[in-house]
């Protein structure tokens, strides 16, 4: 999956963070929190993200096809 950005800074602290949860999960430790940060600017920096990209989004703009997972087969249940 990838996380497309509007800022290359953005996509740096976004990248940052993901490394530090991955680190953690690790480590087995606990997440490192950032005091220097109120939550108002941890949220503002997620207004960076514009939207993601999945391996199944690629496969589908190359192959020219809708590609069907158990969330389109749920949807279609409900509608029924």
């Known amino acids: 999956m990838a996380i497309v950005c509007q800022t290359s800074e ?4 976004l990248r ?3 490394d530090d949860v991955h680190n953690a999960i690790q480590n087995r430790s606990q997440l490192p ?3 220097s940060k109120s ?3 941890e949220i503002d920096g997620y207004r960076e993200v ?5 391996l ?9 096809i809708d590609i069907h997972d158990e969330k389109d087969r749920e949807a279609a249940h409900k509608l029924l």
């Open 39 to 41: 939550s108002n600017e």
């Open 16 to 18: 940052d963070h993901a």
């Open 10 to 13: 953005g996509a740096q602290e």
């Open 33 to 35: 929190t950032d005091t």
């Open 56 to 64: 199944e989004n690629v496969i589908e703009r190359i192959l020219l």
């Open 50 to 54: 514009v939207g993601l990209v999945t």
